[in-house]
């Protein structure tokens, strides 16, 4: 399964950006799909996350109600929605997925993933 992550770019204080994951396959239909982000210097954190089996979203305490997780089942392609963006909010975002369903504590870790998207940059200025 290869990922292609794209919507990233650059956007002032409270702006908004949304970012797609398309699958190279739609031949799964089970298993999580997320977004992680990596800022210069940082180690890759945890955004959102959701699972296909009964559409449950996940986020990190930071974005929830500004971020939207979705998929669109009939594609599989991934989206977040980010408003209200912020400037600690830039990082080069990556898409994931898993054909599993990690529990919830470990699904926030990149260790939980075994395909990655190549990343796309997002920036916000103040």
């Known amino acids: 399964v290869q990922l292609q992550a794209s919507g990233g770019g650059l956007v002032r204080t409270g702006g908004s950006l949304r970012l797609s994951c398309a699958p190279s396959?739609?031949?799964?239909?089970?298993?999580?799909m997320a977004w992680f982000r990596q800022a210069p210097g940082k180690e890759r954190e945890f955004v959102a996350a959701?699972?296909?089996?009964?559409?449950?979203?996940y986020y990190r305490e930071s974005v929830r109600g500004r971020f939207t997780i979705s998929r669109d089942s009939a594609t599989n392609t991934l989206y977040l929605q980010m408003d209200s963006l912020k400037p600690e909010d830039t990082a080069v975002y990556y898409c994931?997925?898993?054909?599993?369903?990690?529990?919830?504590?470990?699904?926030?870790?990149?260790?939980?993933?075994?395909?990655w998207g190549q990343g796309t940059q997002v920036t916000v200025s103040s």
């Open positions: 994931a997925y898993t054909e599993r369903t990690p529990i919830v504590s470990y699904l926030r870790e990149p260790s939980a993933y075994e395909y």
């Open positions: 959701k699972r296909f089996a009964n559409g449950s979203a």
């Open positions: 396959t739609r031949a799964f239909g089970t298993g999580t």
